[in-house]
């Protein structure tokens, strides 16, 4: 509907697109839920560019995605991506960047890079430890 009233290429039509793969995600209809945020995706970085919080959103959203069906290699670079647009936009006292840094380890974890994990981990509690 959104996208009837306002064009597939605006800012609105992209919320929705998020909105809608969302609600497909915690219904686990997960290939219904990865076509529309790659949709969603697509509009945010033709719109907003490829720097854009609102992009980074959209590619955590599908990390978060990949990640919950195993597909970790999808996940990896899309969680690189909005940890870099979340540092360079918020700074590092943000708690989105903090957020892709948990996701980051988390995977790590999963893939068994412990190693990679625990550095993660490290970076955490430094920064953690800088505010107090």
């Given amino acids: 509907m959104q996208g009837k009233v306002c064009g ?3 800012p609105d039509y992209a919320n929705s697109l998020g909105n809608l793969a969302n609600l497909y995600y915690c ?3 997960y290939e219904k839920s990865e076509k529309i945020y790659l949709e969603c995706k697509r509009v945010r970085e033709k719109l907003l560019g490829d720097k854009h ?6 590619s955590s959203n599908l990390a978060s995605l990949y990640f919950d069906i195993g597909n ?11 940890k870099k647009i979340w540092e360079i936009s918020y700074g590092k006292e943000h708690p989105h960047y903090a957020t892709s840094l948990n996701n980051l380890g988390n995977l790590y974890f999963k893939m068994g ?10 970076r955490i509690e430094r920064n953690l430890g800088e505010r107090s």
């Fill in 8 to 10: 597939q290429e605006h």
């Fill in 27 to 29: 219904m686990g209809i």
């Fill in 53 to 58: 919080p609102y992009f980074a959103e959209c």
């Fill in 72 to 82: 970790y290699e999808k996940a990896e670079p899309l969680l690189y991506i909005a």
């Fill in 113 to 122: 890079n412990y190693e990679k994990a625990g550095t993660i981990s490290y």
